[in-house]
């Protein structure tokens, strides 16, 4: 009860957010998705505007970011960043950001200068409107005494984060549902991060390409799940792989409050019709039953 209200105090606004308000469904994209258009500062500058009012058309409601450097998004200020979304009829929704241990770190346990780096990070997305921030990859060691220090460095991350009113989550990939001796990678970061201070944005395509069930880890973990990546091989539910029905019907049991769709390929040679045909793939879907 109390890790469930201290997360509630965070977002009271957000409350009921996958099933919309008045009936309306809102679902973020992940701008990865459209990074061959504006992936990085040069294509942003050049087509953000056309591209991001052509999402809003489809019915995204936010964004998460995926190109933050020294400050920048995009190549922008996060004040730009926030105002180019805005204008858009989009929301900053959240941040994909990474920043790996290094050996010294690692060998030590002394984070100074990676959490050096993350209060500039985490500066700046709070001045871009974001919700939260997400690291989508690091280099999983080979052995769990070194998992944990990483462990321990995402609960400090996750610290920072809620001191400034944001949230820190993990996403996954399928390499997380391997074994460090018989131990699963991605049951070792739940189990030694601090729910206060960490949820898991889980990867629902990546999870089942690790073979395992999305909907059996939020009955084993209920409520670690803050944020999902919808996602299928390309735009939702063409390749019958994943079992969206039942993600959608177990939203409450997995403490989900947004869900980002991302495009990792598209399948007819254009993106964006990609992700039109996901974006009316959810609006067509019953969220919660």
């Given at each position: 009860m109390k890790r469930m209200l201290a997360m509630l105090s965070f977002f009271p606004l957000l409350l009921g957010s996958c099933s919309g308000n008045g009936g309306e469904k809102e679902f973020s994209i992940q701008l990865?998705?459209?990074?061959?258009?504006?992936?990085?500062?040069?294509?942003?500058?050049?087509?953000?505007?056309?591209?991001?009012?052509?999402?809003?058309?489809?019915?995204?409601?936010?964004?998460?970011?995926?190109?933050?450097?020294?400050?920048?998004?995009?190549?922008?200020?996060?004040?730009?960043?926030?105002?180019?979304?805005?204008?858009?009829?989009?929301?900053?929704?959240?941040?994909?950001?990474?920043?790996?241990?290094?050996?010294?770190?690692l060998m030590?346990?002394?984070?100074?200068?990676?959490?050096?780096?993350?209060?500039?990070?985490?500066?700046?997305?709070?001045?871009?409107?974001?919700?939260?921030?997400?690291?989508?990859?690091?280099?999983?060691?080979?052995?769990?005494?070194?998992?944990?220090?990483?462990?321990?460095?995402?609960?400090e991350i996750g610290r920072r984060c809620n001191e400034q009113g944001l949230r820190f989550g993990y996403h996954n990939h399928s390499h997380e549902f391997n074994k460090i001796g018989d131990k699963v990678v991605y049951d070792f970061i739940l189990e030694n991060t601090d729910p206060e201070l960490v949820f898991m944005q889980m990867d629902v395509y990546w999870a089942v390409m690790g073979r395992v069930s999305p909907v059996e880890y939020f009955k084993k973990y209920p409520g670690r799940f803050e944020l999902l990546h919808i996602k299928d091989y390309s735009a939702l539910g063409q390749s019958g792989m994943v079992g969206f029905d039942a993600i959608f019907n177990n939203f409450e049991l997995s403490g989900t409050r947004d869900i980002v769709v991302e495009i990792e390929f598209s399948t007819c040679g254009d993106i964006m019709q990609s992700c039109r045909e996901s974006a009316d793939y959810l609006k067509a879907a019953e969220f919660v039953k």
């Open positions: 990865y998705s459209v990074r061959e258009l504006i992936g990085n500062p040069e294509l942003y500058a050049e087509n953000h505007v056309q591209v991001l009012s052509e999402l809003a058309g489809m019915g995204y409601t936010g964004v998460e970011a995926a190109c933050y450097n020294d400050g920048l998004l995009y190549g922008v200020s996060p004040e730009q960043f926030k105002a180019d979304i805005e204008a858009a009829g989009l929301k900053p929704l959240s941040s994909h950001v990474s920043l790996a241990l290094s050996e010294n770190a030590t346990g002394d984070f100074s200068v990676e959490l050096a780096w993350w209060d500039k990070c985490i500066a700046a997305h709070k001045a871009a409107g974001v919700s939260y921030l997400v690291m989508p990859w690091f280099p999983v060691p080979a052995e769990l005494d070194a998992l944990k220090r990483y462990c321990d460095y995402f609960n």
